[in-house]
């Protein structure tokens, strides 16, 4: 049946429009490469400069040499990825272990899951430095992951997402004598790639973020995360916002990468009820 | 990999185990422990060390606590310094503004564009990618590249020069600041729910639109009567969460504005952060977060109990 | 197939989490700084030297970005976990000698005989900022004060000589900027004068030096009342405010400053006058020093000079047993050892009586305005010294941000802020 020319017509303006409104969504970050490859006068140039003369690629490597990037950059990239998987891991077994099952207090367990979420680390500060000081965990990597290993978030998601799964499905597979860890490993986690992409993307990219906390706990330069070495570019000579942008150019790369590895999940669709579209 | 054939891997011996499970009253209790055991990681990571330093800071929030000298018992004392002042009063306002005024249009906005990146358009996935590639972006780069957009030189102000509006200076004046940052934490926010949108957009069948359409209804009136009853479980989910996110929202104030200009972008977080770190008064920044966490938490109570109510499960 | 990936990764990492660099009590030093190149640059070259001299006593050097260190340096001192030796700003220290959690300076571990022989050898005032209860609590590594900086170019463009013809009173500005402002319609595209906004600390410091100007201060001598809302205090921010609406050379919204860079517009030629520290000169660098000339904070009395000096010092750890406070001590000697070179290294005068008489300074003196820098550091006094002082800080920078900004009446601004400072002493 074809629709009328009207409609056809508006159809595809509304496409279009959404393709523009992708500029829009797009513009700081083009803004921030740009400014990354600007010499330092033509980062504020008036009227504006929406390009930079001459590509500036050295501020790359002028930025990132000042200070030990590289080893914020790991240290960054191994904590992040640490949490990422802590958060999937412990988040997916605890969302469904909420979603699917009935156990004695689980409402009360839940409520205090989600108390956890109401304050943010940056209040909590001096307290958890202290029980991280206490478990021996200052200026080392754990000390670093422990505290964001699992976040009330990814456990509110998974058990969203589960909840909608058919108990069919666990039932089926209980009758065949799958174990329960096993039903959990092959059955649920599958089913969820959209949450668990989410999350993923999520818990690296708000690792990655952290800066109250390393800045506390973490003394060594070795130890440093990235955020701290972005800080401390501040402060320097009168030409620093292009290289400073540099630097962020380089610090948004793996989350970037993050997301385009977990995106198939959540961009193509996985409708829960196989509907196809 | 099937259902049947994974299971069949498992071997007979653990069936006739697990049938042997899977027999009366043990079958609940069974249940019961193992519905425990995948909830107790989660949870012991989540006492120690957040829920534990959370009980330190109801506990200071009794005491006296300048971070260095020994605290002092002084009892109601700090709720009481905090309800006559006048900046704890305005965090706690600037908090709300920024709350509803960043929630609100989040949740029409996401489920505009999950409506719009739902439909049937050539190049769709990379479209959705375009759309969604935000959410990668870190809160501290966030925050630098938007204080950078709206320096008076910046590209805010460039573009709205070509429709005619006068340079503002955006992060120092009291009537746009706060504005300036609910804007950012929109396009930062909307990205996010609308995929969660979109999860919820997919899951419902097309035979109900299907059959709404056989029965004469409009692409509106399948809106109202199909999408928003099947999708509300999702919204209300979203309510809850970006309300609390906005709530926690410390960094933007802190990097690009450090609360001001006079205080009208100072959040309830970065009040209670500034209480205790940089005034060294401790016990009264306990205290404020207290009262934030007990706001939060009765916001969410209320909304977990709509969630109960309305929609399917 | 994503699941595998994940095990896989988990198991890479494992090893490598459990295997943190060994960061196992090294017999060690540690000095913990904030972020302030060339300044960090040259401590690391001390550090440097210190450690072939003394492997038994290696340093270990770290910094941290300026605002959050003074934050995490609170967090460590109050669980006891803080580095042998740190750095601190002046103004922070009456928050932490107060509550006894730096240790005295030991002065004759330092080769003085007692603490007035060592205030000799300073520069008059130059440690008062660091004295508590007649001790001394740290020791300084930089002097600064605020200065006037001005736009050569521009002064002669407008056929002024900026050797000359530059402003002395705080009137004289608004004179000579109304000449040196341009504007386009009505906006102003290059202002004649401003005052850096960004930070209360900086508030404080121009606020405290016309304040006192004026004769008055912001806190009284028992350090338990506010007198900023005063005569003079209300001068004071009537001065303050004057450049936005009786001048009309100044306004705040062109600024392009940020906390990083606070000076930019200076640099950018985007203001013919600006008032900024001495650390300006090095971060400007010579190609845009070639355009700027620096003179003297301007006064209300010219004949009776009145400015503001801040440093940082280096202050000691008292939970170190007492044979490493002397090592620290002996490091510490090692580090001031050399004014000429801290200066030459980091733009910053030391605060040494004899400085001036160095030689091979004169050439800085004569092309890096050294002479105004010490002689504004000699009629100097810092900051109001108080543990609350970030409190008073934020209640004067909210005044000033209501008077200028808003337009409020300076007297009621002013008022306000008593209000606020006067709620916070009372928590002490």
């Given at each position: 049946m074809s629709k009328p020319a009207a409609l056809r017509w508006g159809g595809r303006l509304i496409t279009v429009l959404t393709i523009a409104g992708i500029g829009l969504v797009l513009l700081p970050y083009f803004w921030m490469v740009s400014s990354s490859l600007k010499t330092g006068s033509e980062v504020f140039e008036l009227p504006i400069r929406w390009l930079p003369e001459h590509l500036q690629w050295a501020n790359y490597p002028n930025a990132l040499s000042r200070w030990s990037f590289g080893t914020y950059f790991l240290n960054s990239t191994v904590v992040a990825v640490a949490v990422m998987i802590c958060n999937l891991l412990f988040c997916s077994l605890a969302g469904y272990g909420f979603a699917k099952f009935r156990f004695r207090f689980r409402e009360a367990w839940f409520i205090l899951v989600l108390c956890t979420l109401m304050l943010p680390l940056e209040i909590v500060l001096v307290p958890t430095y202290l029980v991280v000081r206490q478990l021996g965990l200052v200026d080392t990597y754990a000390g670093l992951i422990a505290p964001l290993a699992v976040d009330a978030f990814g456990i509110f998601l998974m058990r969203q997402y589960i909840r909608d799964l058919p108990d069919s499905l666990i039932e089926a597979a209980r009758l065949d004598g799958c174990s329960e860890f096993g039903i959990f490993w092959r059955i649920i986690l599958p089913n969820c790639k959209p949450a668990l992409g989410a999350l993923a993307i999520l818990s690296f990219r708000d690792t990655w973020d952290q800066f109250l906390w390393p800045l506390i706990v973490v003394s060594k330069n070795a130890l440093k995360t990235f955020p701290l070495g972005l800080a401390q570019m501040e402060g320097i000579d009168s030409a620093a916002y292009h290289e400073i942008m540099a630097v962020a150019v380089v610090g948004m790369l793996p989350a970037a990468l993050i997301f385009l590895f977990f995106q198939r999940s959540f961009v193509r669709g996985i409708a829960l009820s196989g509907v196809k579209e | 990999m099937s259902l049947r054939a994974g299971s069949r891997a498992i071997g007979d011996k653990s069936r006739i185990q697990s049938r042997r499970f899977w027999k009366g009253r043990p079958f609940h209790a069974r249940l019961r422990t193992a519905g425990f055991l995948f909830v107790l990681p989660a949870l012991l990571f989540l006492l120690i060390f957040k829920f534990l330093p959370m009980l330190d800071a109801l506990r200071l929030s009794f005491f006296k606590y300048d971070l260095m000298s020994a605290p002092v018992f002084i009892g109601l004392q700090n709720y009481h310094t905090l309800w006559n002042n006048p900046l704890f009063h305005q965090a706690f306002w600037v908090s709300a503004k920024y709350m509803f005024g960043v929630s609100i249009p989040e949740w029409i906005l996401a489920l505009g564009l999950a409506i719009l990146l739902n439909r049937r358009m050539p190049g769709r996935p990379l479209i959705r990618l375009a759309y969604f590639f935000p959410i990668a972006m870190s809160q501290i780069v966030v925050a630098m590249v938007w204080k950078f957009l709206y320096n008076p030189l910046g590209l805010v102000n460039n573009l709205l020069s070509y429709i005619g509006i006068d340079r503002v200076n955006w992060l120092s004046t009291e009537a746009t600041a706060l504005p300036a940052l609910i804007a950012i934490g929109i396009w930062r926010g909307v990205p996010l729910f609308a995929v969660i949108y979109l999860a919820g957009l997919q899951s419902i069948p097309r035979e109900y639109y299907e059959a709404a359409r056989m029965d004469g209804a409009g692409p509106w009136q399948r809106f109202i009567h199909v999408t928003l009853p099947l999708l509300t479980p999702t919204i209300l989910f979203i309510v809850v969460l970006s309300l609390i996110s906005a709530m926690k929202v410390f960094l933007n104030p802190l990097v690009m504005t450090e609360g001001g200009p006079n205080g009208t972008t100072r959040v309830l977080p970065y009040f209670i952060y500034d209480t205790g770190f940089a005034y060294f008064r401790m016990g009264e920044a306990a205290a404020a977060s207290m009262v934030l966490f007990c706001f939060v938490l009765g916001l969410t109570l209320i909304q977990l109990r709509l969630l109960r109510q309305g929609g399917p499960s | 197939m994503q699941r595998s990936f994940i095990a896989l990764l988990s198991a890479a990492l494992v090893p490598a989490i459990l295997a943190?660099?060994?960061?196992?009590?090294?017999k060690s030093i540690t000095w913990w700084e904030h972020s302030n190149p060339p300044h960090n640059n040259y401590s690391q070259e001390l550090v440097g030297e210190w450690n072939k001299k003394h492997p038994d006593n290696a340093v270990q050097y770290d910094f941290f970005a300026m605002t959050p260190y003074f934050k995490k340096l609170s967090v460590a001192l109050s669980t006891k976990s803080a580095a042998d030796m740190f750095t601190v700003v002046d103004s922070l220290l009456p928050s932490f000698t107060t509550k006894d959690v730096l240790a005295p300076i030991h002065i004759d571990w330092l080769g003085y005989k007692n603490l007035d022989d060592m205030k000799s050898a300073y520069l008059p005032g130059a440690l008062d900022g660091y004295i508590h209860n007649g001790k001394l609590y740290a020791v300084p590594v930089v002097s600064a004060t605020l200065s006037l900086y001005i736009n050569s170019d521009h002064f002669k463009e407008a056929g002024l000589d900026p050797e000359k013809d530059y402003p002395k009173t705080w009137e004289d500005i608004g004179r000579i900027g109304q000449k040196l402002v341009k504007r386009q319609g009505k906006t102003i595209t290059r202002e004649g004068f401003d005052f850096a906004m960004h930070s209360a600390q900086w508030t404080m410091w121009y606020m405290e030096g016309l304040i006192r100007q004026y004769g008055g201060s912001i806190l009284d001598a028992s350090g338990t009342k506010c007198t900023a809302n005063s005569d003079a205090g209300v001068k004071a921010m009537q001065t303050r405010a004057m450049y936005v609406?009786?001048?009309?050379?100044?306004?705040?919204?062109?600024s392009v400053a940020t906390a990083a860079l606070p000076a930019d517009d200076l640099a950018k030629g985007r203001v013919s006058m600006f008032i900024t520290h001495a650390g300006s000169v090095a971060q400007f660098g010579p190609a845009a020093m070639q355009h700027i000339k620096v003179v003297p904070f301007p006064q209300v009395n010219p004949a009776k000079p009145v400015t503001v000096v801040y440093g940082f010092a280096i202050a000691v750890n008292p939970t170190i047993p007492e044979a490493k406070q002397k090592t620290v001590h002996e490091l510490i000697r090692f580090i001031i050892q050399d004014p000429k070179g801290w200066y030459e290294k980091t733009a910053y005068p030391y605060p040494s009586a004899n400085f001036l008489k160095l030689p091979g300074l004169e050439e800085a003196r004569k092309t890096r305005y050294l002479d105004v820098f010490v002689k504004d550091i000699s009629t100097g006094s810092f900051a109001t010294r108080s543990p609350q002082f970030v409190e008073i800080a934020d209640a004067m920078h909210r005044a000033m941000e209501r008077v200028v900004l808003k337009g409020d009446d300076e007297k009621k601004s002013l008022d306000q802020a008593c209000a606020d400072i006067n709620d916070a002493l009372k928590q002490q």
């Open positions: - | - | 943190t660099p060994s960061l196992a009590q090294q609406r009786k001048y009309e050379i100044s306004d705040p919204t062109v």
